[in-house]
């Protein structure tokens, strides 16, 4: 199992970018679905996207489709979450998470999870 930390969140304004940085300890990183998700206060934990083992396919959530773009860098096991053009609604803890069999867009199924960095954007 591998173990995962973010790390990027920062207090931005609104229409600003921001990278999360996801790494991950433990061993066969390249065998996991990475997803990451979010979660704002009094709310559901909530998809935000997905990549594959490779890299090659992506999936992402309605609201973040066009602005967000995750990447991976296997050889360096790390995942990444590029935040372009960020509202106040995209305010909330984000976390990464490792799904060893599949590209889930719910929580079930990954089995390891970060701490979470928190993304604040200001109008």
């Known amino acids: 199992q591998v173990q995962l930390a973010e790390s990027g969140g920062r207090l931005v304004q609104s229409g600003e970018s921001l990278k999360l940085a996801c790494v991950a300890s433990?061993?066969?990183?390249?065998?996991?679905?990475m997803g990451w998700f979010r979660q704002a206060p009094g709310k559901e934990r909530e998809f935000v996207g997905v990549?594959?083992?490779?890299?090659?396919?992506?999936h992402y959530a309605d609201s973040v489709k066009g602005r967000f773009t995750i990447s991976r860098d296997n050889a360096k096991n790390m995942a990444y979450l590029q935040m372009n053009n960020l509202t106040p609604e995209d305010t909330a803890l984000y976390y990464c998470?490792?799904?060893?069999?599949?590209?889930?867009?719910?929580?079930?199924?990954?089995?390891?999870w970060g701490q979470g960095t928190q993304v604040t954007v200001s109008s």
């Open positions: 433990g061993r066969f990183f390249s065998s996991y679905a």
């Open positions: 998470a490792a799904n060893p069999k599949w590209m889930g867009r719910t929580t079930n199924g990954y089995d390891a």
């Open positions: 990549t594959s083992q490779s890299g090659n396919t992506t």
